[in-house]
């Protein structure tokens, strides 16, 4: 049993992280908009979707890589830790989660292989008007036609309710369980157990994390321009 006294400010999540949050919701905001607007404001919309692709890459590889609470291995639950937690729930006995909780990392997975499709749809979508991705060239008619309806279509129906879904959940959060999971992600810290593993963030590993991301962007100019 904790006292209040003995509680103190622990990283974790690493700036890396924080970071990549804020750029993805800014970026998958600015393609939703980007595109409905569609005309002039689509190589505004083409570039967004590179650097939420670059982004995506980047947090697969920090997945591995990054501070404690950011690797998979510490937050995507197994199938027995998730059938408990959703128990737990259930029986309104919900238990504390240093990170991201069974839910919430399954809603991190759901978002980067949802954003990942539709980035690689928009690469071979062509609206027959005046944009065409840079893959359009380099496959078939047939999937041209799939990847162009599945992008403006069911992807993007997709995103937004994962979006909303995401919004919703913090919001419930932070109102009914008085639970901030918003200020943690911007300063990286919660108030916790002196014996909570810390994430690492050096300027060393920010560093290291900035070469990870310069590599994955050159990963995504060089699928740019395959054709």
Known sequence: MHHASSFQRIRIWDLPTRVFH???ALSVAGLVISGEIGGDAMP???????VVLT????????GVVGGHWSRF?????????LLFYVQAVRAKQTPHSVGHNPLGALSV??????LFVQVLSGFMSDD???????WTALVSSEWVSRATNYHSDIGKVLLILLIVVHVGAVLYHKRIKQDDLITPM???????PPETHHSRD???SRLFALSVLVGCGYVVYRLVNLG
């Open 22 to 24: 804020i750029l993805l």
């Open 44 to 50: 505004i919309h083409f570039m967004l979707g590179y």
């Open 55 to 62: 982004l995506v890459f980047f947090r697969l590889i920090w």
């Open 73 to 81: 291995v510490h937050f995507v639950p197994t199938p027995s830790k």
């Open 109 to 114: 997975l759901a978002m980067l292989a949802v």
């Open 128 to 134: 027959e008007i005046s944009n065409t991705g840079p």
């Open 186 to 192: 911007l300063t990286g810290d919660k108030v916790l």
């Open 202 to 204: 050096t300027l060393t």
